[in-house]
Nanobody
């Protein structure tokens, strides 16, 4: 019922910009924080890139601070990430995260569903000239 549809990524040249977007599809009642994480092939752990709350408060990792901008459209349940001056170390699989997603109830009088976290399938980003 809920899908995270990621777009963007692919191959980017060093020094250029990377643009990613992620839309939460489904009969959505609310989404709390949304964000992006990444995992490079040589790293064992997924790391935070940036997150943004429903109130548009942002948290950006030091590795991309000053180069990354995260934004969201609450009406469209979509989060956007732009990384400028891309470096080779930005190469990774980027994963979208949507926190505490609640679906609408079956009828107008029903309570919304439980809050569940979701992950996208990941979109690979390579950096090469």
């Amino acid at each position: 019922q809920v899908q995270l549809v990621e777009s963007g990524g692919g191959s980017v040249q060093p020094g250029t910009s990377l643009n990613l977007s992620c839309a939460v599809s489904g009969d959505i009642y609310s989404v709390n924080a949304m964000g992006w994480y990444r995992q490079a092939p040589w790293k064992q752990r997924r790391e935070l890139v940036a997150t943004i709350t429903h109130a548009l408060e942002t948290n950006i990792a030091d590795s991309v601070k000053g180069r990354a901008t995260i934004s969201r459209d609450n009406d469209k349940h979509t989060v956007y990430l732009q990384i400028d001056s891309v470096k080779r170390e930005d190469a990774a699989v980027y994963y979208c995260n949507a926190e505490s997603v609640r679906l609408k109830g079956l009828s107008a009088s029903d309570q919304p569903g439980p809050a569940i976290d979701y992950w996208g399938q990941g979109t690979p980003v390579t950096v090469s000239s």
